[in-house]
């Protein structure tokens, strides 16, 4: 048990401060790098640098091998079209931790098994290669035979309206035989050459049915209306569009015309607007068109068996791609991750790669035995064994990057606040707190038992079937956001029913749990019903539901939820400010007594806030811990409450001056003479010692630089500025902040007079704008917290809307009509309640809450612009289905 205990202390300690990190330098033989690779990005806690970071893409190492990564994850994605086409899915694939023990079991660990290099890229690469050549040759194949077959489809619907059509023309004195004969030799395609001008040509074939008024008018107008044309729709979806198979709705045409020259034109027609034309027999000779309409029934019935065929092929062959695609695809991105790596290694010696990266520094014993265990199982120990060096911290290139121990309770957490801001190296986490207080906030907004136990059924639904729900990750953005959520959800569905039980709401309605404590005045006359309290009772939780039926119901829940709302933001507050005074103490690097972030910006923001806002709570609370009835008060005031607002105004316009009226204490002006004369002295510790201090050091060490210039000054003087440049904490010194870019050190040439005081003015500026802007957020903030009671009043009347308008007000009547609106009111009231309240409700509950955290919490103290750990973690990248980085 003590155990457990220590292990929960300590991970929570870990998540509140990012993991410690350390550089190394790694040295790898080539010929083993692959495999050493392969092992460290199991463990995922090495994040390499880019030592090749002035090279261009094309001009790296293992170019080739990334490419032909590529080339291999373009096949498999080709496939993958091709299963989602047939709607063959995918054989799931096994857990990420068992195919990459598989891979490394398949890698071996004897001597002789490690000495054969198992280059998966070869034969991944070999049987992606013959599945895919295989599978263009079948759809290559499928192709040509569909639009062959679609022809025949259409060939057979030209030649059956033309049969009907020529049936029709024989008994019908459409045209005069005498001077018109409709014929043809079937010789040409659409017709034949005549020698009687008298008779005429025709053209046949099939347009789409979107073309059809446009090319019907084109010919109208190119030959002058010197032709006659008939159309035919073709009821039939069998026809499709090849490549992406679409039905096409197309239409059977005939065009009839004498003069040779406007048949060129009808043909030049026809290919504009993608028209296809038939050879069809003369339409004089119904028996010649009955033959051929037979011989394309035998061939389309021939044709559709080889398609058929075809099909099942690919299906087959489809089939058994679905098998490994998965792995193919997993083993795809291992192996380019691996080459992504090692192109940021810097090849300085033949033979021989250089690397370096951030490594966890709990890790870092556990990655340079792995790193040399594994050069020893590659068969190559008899030469130069791989290292891994630690870098000393005064030689780091760069700030570390952040990194926390999350699971999958505590990851969305963790995103939320990354969204915002990755936290800096070692700054306190706002996750930590998060967990609690942002669910909280939108509890006390969405606060209604009814609500809040749907929300925590549907969230506790999909935590249980989590691995169900798990295999449908990626289908849909939406759900996975959800999914993602759900542990979130879960507490905000608790908070909702909590704070329900606090306001007694219960889909708007008051629950009478325990017995009221105000009991009916019998003795009053009128329309009224009138209460009277119980001295001897208090509802035991929340309030009393006689409060519901009040007719004051709105004022008193207004003054109760504004004023909780006022006391959760100061609360809220003071924790962050709490955080920066955690921070100025853990980044402390001169003492105690030295330390200008704790001195002159977390106590004095602390008492400032406390002495104000922190003083309103409590006026808030002790207000409502006396009693004001004539009964029970015994002090001079007691049947006029003081109106607080005016109380805290006149903190200001009248100091140490409380009209008895006003008053809720004794001595309680004296007590706010001092509270504002505390607030009055922060601002200016707040405002002038800290820029004036950093000035003085910056000047010394200037002077000192000046005193000893040289290597040994030269060192120390870099790591002194930079000291008290991160104390300062952006002190406009730099392009982002942190001095970079003018760090004094006495290294460097002196700047000179001018440019000492440009960078003194930053200062000043800076904490200026900062003490401005806390002071004056310190109101505008406490302000922002009354979202909790806006939106927690609007959630309450919206619902007692919905359930007057669409439920109770049919319930009264008892007759057949009254039960069958009732029912329709509730079935109203159920659509309106889920859609308007379940769902646009809860978004906006949850957007202010996140509001809240983000910005009246967080800046505070936090600044954010860390960077998040990277490493090379084939795990993580696979579970996610991401690229390998």
């Known amino acids: 048990m003590a155990e457990q205990e220590s292990n929960s202390i300590r991970g929570v300690q870990e998540w509140f401060r990012s993991a410690d990190m350390e550089y190394i330098n790694v040295v790898l033989q080539e010929d083993c790098a692959h495999r050493v690779l392969s092992q460290v990005g199991r463990m995922g806690a090495v994040q390499f640098t880019d030592l090749n970071a002035d090279k261009t893409v094309f001009q790296r190492r293992y170019v080739n091998e990334v490419q032909r990564c590529d080339q291999v994850e373009r096949k498999l994605r080709y496939l993958e079209e091709q299963l989602n086409r047939f709607n063959i899915p995918a054989i799931g694939s096994p857990s990420v931790d068992a195919f990459l023990d598989r891979l490394d079991q398949r890698q071996g660990t004897d001597n002789e098994v490690s000495r054969q290099q198992v280059n998966y890229m070869d034969n991944l690469e070999n049987h992606v290669d013959e599945k895919e050549s295989e599978l263009v040759q079948l759809n290559m194949y499928n192709s040509t035979l569909s639009n062959d077959y679609f022809a025949q489809i259409e060939l057979r619907h030209v030649l059956q309206q033309a049969k009907t059509y020529a049936q029709e023309n024989v008994t019908d004195a459409t ?71 679409e039905t096409l709705m197309k239409d059977v045409f005939i065009v009839f015309f004498q003069a040779p020259y406007i048949e060129q034109k009808i043909r030049r027609i026809c290919d504009a607007f993608e028209a296809r034309l038939y050879q069809i027999p003369d339409l004089s000779n119904v028996a010649a068109i009955e033959d051929r309409l037979r011989e394309v029934h035998e061939d389309i019935n021939d044709r559709q068996r080889v398609l058929q065929k075809n099909e099942t092929d690919i299906k087959s062959l489809l089939s058994e791609v679905a098998q490994y695609l998965e792995v193919w695809k997993w083993i795809a991105m291992r192996e380019k991750s691996i080459y992504h790596t090692m192109n940021h290694f810097a090849d ?54 952040t990194f926390f121990r999350t699971n999958k309770f505590t990851r969305v957490f963790q995103v939320i606040v990354d969204t915002y801001g990755v936290p800096r190296y070692h700054e306190a986490n706002p996750a930590l707190t998060t967990v609690i207080t942002f669910p909280f906030f939108f509890g006390v907004m969405f606060g209604d038992i009814g609500h809040g136990l749907l929300l925590t059924i549907f969230a506790l639904y999909i935590v249980f079937k989590e691995k169900d729900f798990e295999k449908l990750k990626g289908q849909n953005e939406l759900g996975d956001m959800v999914f993602g959520g759900r542990y979130v959800i879960v507490l905000m569905g608790f908070f909702a029913t909590y704070c329900g039980f606090i306001y007694n709401d219960w889909f708007a ?54 004023k909780m709302a ?67 008060c015994g002090r001079d005031n007691c049947t006029n ?57 910056m000047k010394n060490e200037h002077h000192h630089g000046d005193a000893h210039h040289g290597a040994n000054g030269s060192s120390s003087g870099v790591q002194d500025s930079q000291a008290h440049l991160d104390e300062g904490n ?15 050190s ?58 007057e308008k669409a439920l109770l007000d049919y319930l009264p009547d008892d007759s057949a009509m009254g039960v069958i609106l009732a029912f329709a009111g509730y079935a109203i009231f159920a659509a309106i309640t889920f859609a308007v309240l379940m769902c646009m409700d809860n978004l906006e509950c949850f957007l202010h809450s996140l509001r809240l955290a983000w910005v009246e919490f967080q800046n ?22 991401l690229p390998v980085a």
């Not at 329309?527 to 009040?550: C, E, K, M, S």
């Open 641 to 697: 409450p003081p109106a607080l607002l005016s109380t805290l105004i006149n903190i200001a316009l009248q100091p140490g001056n409380v009209p008895i009226e006003e008053s809720l204490y004794s001595g309680q002006g004296t007590v706010q003479a001092i509270l504002l004369l505390l607030a009055v002295i922060n601002v200016p510790l707040m405002l002038i010692p800290k820029p004036y201090f950093l000035i003085k050091r």
């Open 566 to 632: 006022v006391i959760f933001g100061v609360t809220h507050m003071m924790m962050g400010l709490f955080h920066r005074l955690l921070n100025a103490l853990y980044f402390q690097d001169r003492g105690l007594l030295h330390n200008l972030d704790l001195w002159f910006e977390a106590v004095p923001m602390i008492i400032f806030m406390g002495a104000l806002f922190g003083y309103m709570c409590f006026l808030i609370l002790y207000k409502w811990s006396l009693g004001w009835l004539e009964s029970d």
């Open 730 to 744: 952006e002190l406009m010194l730099g392009d982002d902040g942190h001095g970079d870019s003018t760090t004094l």
């Open 509 to 562: 309605m008051g629950l009478r749990l325990w017995p009221s404590k105000w009991i009916v005045d019998e003795t009053a006359h009128g329309d009224t019903i009138h209460f009277n309290p119980d001295p001897d009772w208090t509802y035991p939780l929340g309030v009393d539901p006689t409060w519901h039926r009040a007719d004051n119901d709105l004022l008193f829940f207004n003054s109760l939820k504004m």
């Open 860 to 881: 505070k103290f936090y600044k954010g612009d860390g960077v998040a750990f990277a490493p090379l973690d084939f795990r993580a990248s696979l579970v996610a289905g």
């Open 175 to 245: 045209f005069d035989a005498q001077s018109v004969e409709v014929s043809g030799s079937g010789d040409v395609e659409g017709g034949a050459t005549y020698d009687n001008a008298l008779r005429f040509r025709f053209i046949s074939g099939v347009v789409t049915r979107e073309n059809r008024n446009r090319f019907e008018r084109m010919v109208f107008r190119s030959t002058r209306g010197n032709c006659l044309m008939r159309f035919y729709d073709i009821d039939d979806d069998t026809i499709k569009n090849v490549e992406t198979g």
């Open 348 to 401: 300085d010696v033949s033979g021989v790669l250089r690397g370096e990266g951030w490594v966890i520094a709990t890790k870092r014993e556990e990655v340079a035995d792995m790193i040399a265990r594994a050069h020893a199982e590659s068969g190559t120990s008899n030469v130069m064994p791989s290292s891994v060096n630690a870098v000393p911290q005064s030689e780091w290139p760069s700030t570390p990057p």
């Open 746 to 803: 006495p290294a460097a040439p002196p700047h000179g007079e001018e440019e000492e005081e440009h960078s003194a003015g930053d200062i000043w500026i800076h904490q200026a704008i900062e003490t401005i802007e806390f002071t004056l957020g310190c109101i505008s903030n406490t302000a922002s917290y009354l979202r909790l009671w806006a939106l927690s009043l609007a959630h309450s009347q919206l619902a007692s809307v919905f359930l």
